[in-house]
């Protein structure tokens, strides 16, 4: 039987990471634990964690040191934070791919991937050593390589992605498995999170999306929220997108939402979103791209953009960040923060919760 490796990427927190980067590491750390439990009972021949404090070398190197010691065979590469609610079955189709049962490769979502399973480890030997991320894997795969690549995002829960400390909140009871401690600064996230239910149970009311909500999220919405939806999706791909191998040239990410704020300043969002509905959810990171373009080493750091997340602007250092937050936190109706859970596949929390 051929044999199957799965590699779980895991960054740890470094030394002078604050207390919601640690949190976030930490739950990531019981997470890949629970992944290596569940690829091993998958049939997995091998599970290897790839653990080291996070530095500024790119995914293909990264990638490249680790299949130095990987055999022939099938192989599958996530990340730690990747596939939040897996199952078995789930768990299953990835090894069944990798061991050839299947298509020749398998992501979660092939527009932008954190877990991918290719029958022949070699052809990710030769994915390039400056690739910037794991998103874009299945589209270098099918474009550069000719690998056909068929993915899992009628399923839904494998897009969630524990990326900041907002999205464990977004779990409720669920998360305690990876993150089991209380945590007195969520009450704030808590309290919003109700007032959007409310609003999403109003038929009279008005829910805004803003980021990178998907078809999937909308046509969901639309058949569970009593209110109304608009939804204002930008930069979808803002990662999986933004660099490909193949070098083509990108224009920078922009944002409709991002524009109002460069006329109106940070601290107005609420007051611009108040203008168009009752309850919004806000994706900052595309407007973080917006403003300092795609690449993350130019954005506030990750301490600032989980302290925007659970509306905390006490403890954003950013100038510009902390307005933003303040403009959520003042804003006559609730307002939530965060990246792409929030608005794409967490939006099933937020209404569920």
């Known amino acids: 039987m051929?044999?199957?490796?799965?590699l779980i990427f895991h960054p740890q927190a470094g030394s002078r990471a604050g207390p919601l980067e640690r949190r976030l590491a930490a739950a990531r750390d019981r997470l890949a634990r629970l992944h290596e439990i569940g690829f091993a009972s998958?049939?997995?021949?091998?599970?290897r964690r790839i653990s080291g404090?996070?530095?500024r070398r790119l995914f293909g190197a990264r990638l490249a040191d680790a299949l130095r010691d990987v055999p022939g065979g099938g192989l599958v590469v996530?990340?730690?934070g990747a596939m939040l609610l897996a199952g078995l079955a789930d768990r299953r189709a990835f090894v069944a791919c990798a061991r050839g049962d299947g298509p020749p490769a398998l992501a979660n979502n092939r527009f932008s991937s954190d877990a991918l399973a290719v029958a022949d480890v070699a052809w990710l030997r030769a994915v390039p050593l400056d690739f910037p991320s794991d998103n874009a894997l299945p589209r270098w795969l099918a474009e550069r390589a000719g690998i056909p690549v068929a993915d899992l995002r009628h399923r839904q829960r494998l897009g969630l992605d524990l990326d900041s400390p907002l999205d464990l909140i977004?779990?409720?009871?669920r998360a305690r498995a990876i993150d089991p401690g209380a945590h007195p600064e969520d009450g704030v996230v808590v309290d919003r999170l109700a007032h959007v239910r409310e609003v999403?149970?109003?038929p009279r009311a008005e829910l805004v999306i803003a980021g990178r909500t998907s078809a999937a999220a909308l046509v969901w919405l639309e058949r569970i929220a009593r209110c109304r939806v608009r939804a204002l999706v930008e930069e979808r791909g803002l990662r999986a997108s933004g660099r490909l191998a193949d070098e083509r040239r990108q224009r920078p990410p922009r944002s409709v939402l991002g524009a109002i704020l460069d006329r109106d300043g940070p601290l107005a969002l609420g007051a611009r979103l108040a203008e168009l509905g009752d309850a919004a959810l806000v994706d900052s990171r595309v407007l973080l791209a917006h403003l300092l373009g795609a690449d993350e080493s130019a954005w506030p750091t990750a301490e600032d953009r989980f302290g925007s997340d659970l509306l905390d602007p006490a403890v954003v250092v950013d100038p510009w960040l902390a307005e933003l937050t303040a403009g959520a936190v003042d804003a006559p109706i609730p307002v939530l923060l965060g990246g792409h859970s929030l608005v794409g596949p967490g939006v099933r929390l937020v209404a569920q919760r």
């Not at 998958?42 to 599970?47: H, M, N, Y």
């Not at 977004?170 to 009871?173: K, M």
């Open 78 to 80: 996530l990340g730690s």
């Open 53 to 55: 404090p996070a530095d």
């Open 200 to 202: 999403l149970a109003d």
């Open 2 to 6: 051929r044999a199957v490796t799965v």
């Open 42 to 47: 998958a049939g997995a021949t091998t599970v």
């Open 170 to 173: 977004l779990l409720g009871r």
